[in-house]
């Protein structure tokens, strides 16, 4: 009985946004290949290794791109003009994200730009989104 | 598996409608089994793209709905979602049943009503497309994603931002141009004299991604009548037959290794180049997916038509207009001719058919009419992507 009830998630979602709501950036460290999975899956995501154990990230990384939302979808009206971002974290996993700049001066020179979690940003969510959400706000490293 | 074949193909206006979407997707199949000259009788299985219904107009399970609407009785039919590509996917599922045995002739198309919604509903409804754990609470749009990839590009590429923004927008002049041109399209005789200083210059959706960098949201549907190639000649002297076939998964926006090379398109295109046994230099047309004027660069590279980082420079040269290396979107493409997003794929079909017949309207048509042509539709953020090669000739063995 036992067997048939495990479940394979080590952290889950819900748990992951708590993290980031506590300035926690939480991954996964695989044990097969020693890289991190960051957000949480129930395998690894460079190697799908099953055995991954909970782990910390430092919440520094690379700006690799961003954009600013001028149009939004519904629900986002209030945040316009907004800076959606990727971020290479230094342990290796990308994150999404939303970058704490000047929307009107952010230009292609960020790119590349040192950036560290400074924040959360929870979105209140809407009839479709199950519940509210949250994703890591970073800012860039002067 | 047998060789499959289209011998009838529909399409309705695209732009906004006033019917609804099982009324536009009965107009566009009985348009295509005319097309064909085969009855209610002679259709075994149904597929149908769609994307949104429970949105649009509160209705699941569409695709049986339209086996009713159609009177084609209580056969098998079956909604494919896979966002922006959902027809693509049914296309090449349909295609697939046919090519196992399992039914001689089938319905394959797509439906969409999407300008009905408006622009904030559509965007947030089209964003359930990106991963929404993550990348919902972002707010990230798809504009977005593609702003955020041209951003790259331009990064990757070492070409300037303002530089690539001009070509960019030559791929909306391209395809307005040839937008202007086809009755059915939602921009048909409008902004056929598009300026690159027009892009440029129209107000930002998500920087550095303009309004007319972007498709439009649309209505509309698009339906094929697929058969197997052995009976196809019974029904036509002018079947097209489907020779390769490709499907890709992404993942979400965070887990690609590198936004301007997506690994689902690459392993999608090759599929279907491997299974129709050519390579891309045999291609003589392509209609792809450009629901934002770098997504076509893009779509061009990892197809494998142009180098890396090259697609752009060439689009700008005219590389991609009739009487260069390969002309791509010649029915005007997402841009000029719309996108609901259930239908495009089976659209994308329908002009390449049209090409091959040597029917596509004035200036856009392709001469001589090409033996190869391919399709490129990709859905969400990377996330299916699917690649049909079509020929006028059976497949090689
Ligand atoms: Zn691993």
Redesign the pocket.
Known sequence: MEKELREYTVLTHAEYEEGIKEGKLLGLR?A????ITCHPMPV?Q????RSLERTELSGEGELTTFTVIRVPPEGFEDDVPYIPCLVKTKEGPCVVGRLDYDAERASQVLISKQVKMSGAYTHKGDKFSGGTHTCPVFVVVE | MRDVAIIGIGHTKFGRATKMSHELFSDATLQAMDDAGVGLKDIEALFQGAALPGFEEGQVMPAAFSAADLNLGPIPATRCEGACASASVAIRDAAMWVGAGEYDMVIAGGVEKALSMGTSYASRTFAMACHAPTEGPVGLTFPGVFAMAARLYSRNYDIPLDTLREKMASVSVKNHRHGALNPLAQFYKKLGDLKVEDVINSKFVADPITLLDCCPFSDGASALVLCAAEKARKYTDEPIYILGMGQGSGGPLSKMEDLTKPVSRISSAKTAFKQAGLSPEDIDMLEVHDCFTIAELIALESMGFFNWGEAADATADGQTEIGGKIPVNMSGGLIGKGHPIGATGASQVYWVVKQMRGEAPEGNQIDPVPEYGMTDTLGGDFGTLCHIILGRSKRKK
Do not use: A, F, I, Q
């Open positions: 695989c097969s290949c020693e890289r690894c460079w190697c799908g290794g």
